[in-house]
């Protein structure tokens, strides 16, 4: 009797409680459902509401603009390196401090401005490009920033204060071990890659959840954006490649702080270890870098040619076969350690298999500016200078996976022409095309035309006059990080050349810069959709509220905004009183649950301060490894303490 | 059967690059069958590759020229409805053939040029042991006989012809055997051992350096190859076996005292004297080298004079210190170097 007193209870409880519940729908709608949406969704206003933000938003902004700085400071010492190497015998620049340079250069640039921007432009605009409110595990996407920023900070800090790595991007072993690199340069290096791990890999979990659960109703896979799709293979290859380097930078520090002899040969340790783990890591690294850059070419190939992209499922497998082949071909970055020879063979025709996808997706490109008829706006002029400069790049790539060719010019200056080719004209040039893309949808307001087409005549010329004399320099015999290099062996031009096209690439960084500084308050403001673009991130307001969209959108084929004239039918019935989003199936997205989203937390912040303090005393003794835990678990505790789990009513979805 | 390769890169780097020197340190070479080999190899690909990027240029100049011509209407297309190009369809797969078979045929010209490489050095009648150090290189020249070995640094003299084979190791951290005129890179990988085999085809002087980032001075550490007659190797050899002099002159004298007795001694060795260490270069015929410091200057008297002096501001970070010679001691020591030819 008394239990079904209780029952009878309950439920009259939860009827007034579903009576309370407010939701979208056609009685709530316009500006009374925008305003109910924003006080739900508003973050605290003030400092601490700024640093507790776990809108994906106010994230991928923080990460994009401080990935630019990153890129700003890496350049700089670019020029540094440009202004040494001009002239034959320089010595301007001590060894010592050259060495720390390029070193610097290639650790900020690939870990703290290639790899952050990608995640940074995804983060803010995957959520909106697929009709969502927010990202799957908001907070966890904070954390990531944080872990990114106190990464990039403790690696700048250590330069400033003379104690910067200098054992080159890439650390190899015996160099970077305790007997040949002793104070703390190799160990900030190390442990500056364990901060971007940790960040790279909570990003690309935030990222796959989204991408898999979070998509419009209606968006099937086959549906999906190309750049979703990219950034879905992106983030796959981060969890498989970021365990090698997680591993072997482990080793690295271990070897260094506790006296294991993981690299030490003469302990029965093993120097080609490193090379192993570090390119199992590394040569994925390049495609996570590239692939993003591919999504965002399919992006402003398909707006400015007015049609969707030439053979979709092509391009779609062509990005996962990629993705799979980049764990396959690791070994070509060894050609020369001495390996069993005929082993090689193998990693020549991996690495050669890449170029049929990448040539795929060139053709799928080309076949759309073909059938459309483009419209030559900046972000369309950097997609036509990513094809010119990229496949430059590829072909050089394909020239260098032979190893007879590759043992000369391993290591040379060719390399290096070939990876900024690849890096630059394949993932920069993208980059500012898309930035300037997405520019009205993050600010409001458009970016100046005319100082666009002049920085993009301005890098790609300059590019081409930094990059294409170090194919020479290599050839005639100059090897990477050298500071300085002897007269009289042909390498005075190509090098000057080569610096004085770094100052017109920086230059046209700083107008990059200016523009988008300029236009932030004198730029036209952006119509809703300033590109006649097809996909959902245009289908709301520029810049976008905090809950995205008032309702729903769902998606009935590839090009929604272009196959619906008028308003985007919509799907309702979300809360409106509580932060709430709508998952969907992974394969036909057709509607699965409503996920609560967590509200706005300083916890990521503590725990990211927790796992920082942790990581850089780590540095300097190994019990920082079993005291410095106990903070990180606090908070990590406090982070996910059960809520109290109310029995909400049944959702009804209309 | 002189294939001449690479003359057709040497015009277009002489055009391009815009300068003429000698070929000292560069992959332009036709000093070695293997470099020969290189540049038929780097040619090959170079014409496919140019070809295929051709290709891609006057697909894309044809799309944007082709979006002038009248009848394409600028008009979005309904995603749903959108019938791809059937001309497209055909392009792709022949574009995908194309690339396939593209890199097939260079796959298999640079699989057969490696195997070809390979059988060239198979005999080798000449065997060196080079060890890698930071930033120099430590020369053996073995022989079954072992009052014929000998130990030199920096300067690897061969014989035209001749297939010599290298034995590559490192005392430190891992460096890169690189004469580019001569082969492709080897490593030399502390704990392992690797090898190389060079057959120099053309007397000359050719000049190598490190080709993996060891360090400090990675950009300092160069070798010099001298490629002789046979019989002007054997003599060379001959001379090697030699051991160093005692000098006569005074000055030479206190410097052969000072060099052998003294700090000098607890590094370097010379031949015919109780300096025996290996730590550093042996000085037996020092002054008959062409470099001091692994390449960083040629030898001379002034620069003698100023490498001992101060190694440290010539070549900063090096392993040899700056031990604060006072004048006369400089002069001695500079003296008796000089007579170590």
Request: proline share 7%; glycine share 8%; charged share 15%.
């Amino acid at each position: 009797m008394n239990e079904m007193t209780r029952v009878r209870k309950e439920d009259e409880r939860l009827a007034r409680e579903r009576r309370k519940i407010v939701r979208d729908g056609p009685k709530l709608t316009g500006a009374e459902l925008d305003a109910r949406l924003e006080r739900t969704w508003r973050r605290p206003p003030g400092i601490l509401g700024w640093l507790a933000t776990v809108d994906h938003k106010e994230i991928g902004r923080r990460y994009i603009v401080t990935a630019l700085l990153f890129l700003a400071a890496g350049g700089v010492l670019a020029l540094l390196m440009r202004i040494q190497l001009a002239r034959p015998d320089s010595n301007l620049i001590s060894a010592q401090r050259y060495n720390e340079l390029f070193t610097m250069h290639g650790s900020t640039m690939m870990f703290l401005f290639a790899v952050p921007v990608m995640e940074g432009v995804a983060v803010y605009i995957i959520p909106l490009m697929l009709g969502t409110r927010s990202t799957a595990f908001p907070r966890l996407n904070a954390f990531s920033y944080y872990m990114y920023l106190f990464g990039g900070l403790l690696l700048w800090a250590a330069f400033m204060l003379n104690i910067g790595p200098d054992v080159g991007w890439f650390a190899y072993t015996p160099l970077s071990g305790p007997q040949f690199s002793p104070g703390k340069r190799a160990d900030i290096w190390a442990q500056m890659i364990t901060f971007t791990e940790v960040s790279a890999l909570a990003a690309a979990v935030v990222l796959i959840c989204t991408i898999l659960k979070a998509r419009a109703p209606g968006m099937t896979l086959a549906r999906m954006p190309l750049f979703a799709w990219a950034m879905l293979v992106q983030a796959v290859m981060i969890i498989f490649a970021m365990p090698a380097i997680a591993l072997c930078s482990g080793m690295l520090i271990s070897d260094r702080l506790i006296g294991t002899n993981f690299y030490n040969a003469s302990e029965h340790g093993d120097a080609l270890l490193w090379q192993h783990l570090f390119w199992f890591f590394g040569h994925p690294e390049v495609y996570i870098i590239f692939l993003p850059a591919t999504g965002f070419v399919s992006v402003i190939t398909e707006t400015f040619c007015r049609r969707p992209i030439f053979a979709y499922p092509v391009v779609v497998l062509a990005l996962v076969s990629t993705g799979i082949l980049a764990f396959g071909l690791w070994v070509h970055h060894m050609f020369a350690t001495g390996l069993p020879r005929v082993g090689y063979g193998f990693y020549t025709a991996a690495s050669m298999t890449v170029a049929i996808p990448t040539g795929l997706q060139i053709f799928c490109w080309l076949a759309t500016m073909w059938e459309g008829r483009p419209r030559f706006d900046v972000p369309m002029l950097y997609v036509v200078g990513f094809i010119v400069t990229f496949v430059i790049g590829g072909l050089t790539g394909v020239i260098i996976a032979s190893v007879p060719l590759d043992l000369q010019l391993h290591d040379t200056y060719f390399i290096v022409a070939h990876f900024h080719y690849v890096l630059i004209g394949g993932a920069v040039f993208p980059l500012l095309g898309i930035l300037t893309y997405w520019y009205p949808k993050i600010t409001g307001r458009m970016m100046s035309e005319t100082l666009g087409k002049i920085g993009f005549w301005l890098i790609f010329l300059g590019f081409q006059l930094t990059f294409f004399p170090m194919h020479f320099s290599g050839l005639l015999g100059m090897p990477r990080r050298v500071y300085t290099y002897p007269a009289g062996l042909g390498l005075e031009l190509p090098n000057l050349l080569s610096s004085i096209g770094a100052f017109i690439v920086a230059a046209a960084v700083a107008l990059f810069v200016v523009n988008g500084l300029m236009s932030l308050y004198r730029g036209a403001l952006a119509p809703p959709n300033p590109w006649g673009a097809a996909s959902l991130e245009w289908a709301t307001a520029s810049p976008p509220p905090p809950y995205n969209f008032p309702h729903v959108p769902i998606v009935e084929s590839r090009s929604p905004l272009w196959d619906h004239d008028g308003e985007l039918p919509v799907v309702t019935g979300l809360r409106v009183d509580e932060k709430e989003t709508l998952l969907t199936t992974v394969v036909a997205a057709t509607p699965d649950m409503r996920e609560p989203v967590p509200y706005p937390s300083l916890w990521p912040l503590i725990a990211s301060v927790a796992t920082a303090i942790f990581f850089i005393s780590s540095i300097f003794s190994p019990w920082a490894v079993p005291v410095g835990v106990i903070p990180c678990a606090i908070a990590l505790i406090a982070w996910f303490w059960p809520k109290e789990l109310k029995r909400n009513p049944e959702p009804v979805i209309t | 059967m002189r294939i001449r390769a690479g003359a057709p890169i040497l015009a277009v780097s002489v055009l391009l690059g815009g300068c003429t020197y000698q070929h000292y340190q560069s992959t332009f070479s036709d000093a070695a069958v293997e470099v020969r080999q290189f540049n038929i190899l780097f040619v090959i690909f170079l014409v496919i590759c140019t070809i295929m990027y051709v290709l891609v240029l006057a697909f894309l100049v044809a799309g944007i020229v082709r979006r002038r011509r009248a009848g394409i209407a600028n008009v979005i297309e309904d995603g749903r409805h959108h019938q791809s190009d059937p001309l497209m369809r055909t392009g792709l797969v022949v574009w995908g053939a194309l690339v396939g078979t593209g890199l097939i045929g260079l796959a298999i010209a640079s699989f057969s040029a490696d195997r070809s490489m390979a059988s060239a050095a198979s005999r080798p009648r000449l065997s060196i042991t080079l060890t890698a150090n930071q930033w120099w290189w430590d020369i053996t020249y073995n022989s079954a006989d072992s009052s014929k070995t000998i130990r030199t640094a920096n300067e690897l003299h061969l014989p035209v012809g001749v297939p010599v084979r290298i034995l590559l190791n490192s005392n430190d951290v891992i460096h890169s055997f690189w004469v580019p005129s001569l082969a492709g890179k080897q490593d030399l990988i502390p704990g392992r051992q690797n090898d190389i085999t060079l057959v120099p085809q053309k007397v000359g002087v050719y000049r190598g350096q490190c080709a993996e980032y060891c360090g400090a001075q990675h950009a300092k550490m160069a070798l010099v190859v001298d490629v002789d007659s046979y019989g002007d190797f054997l003599g060379w050899w001959e001379h090697q076996l030699q051991p160093a002099p005692t000098p006569a002159a005074p000055l030479a004298k206190m410097g052969y005292t000072y060099v052998t007795a003294g700090p000098c001694s607890a590094c370097h060795a010379v031949s015919g004297t109780p300096a025996s260490a290996i730590v550093g270069p042996d000085l037996t015929h020092f002054a008959s080298r062409r470099s001091i410091a692994a390449g960083v200057m040629p030898m001379s008297e002034g620069n003698l004079y100023g490498w001992v002096a101060d190694p440290q501001s010539l070549k900063p970070g090096n392993h040899m210190p700056t031990i604060g010679l006072e004048p006369d001691q400089l002069h001695a020591v500079v003296a008796y170097l000089e007579t170590l030819k």
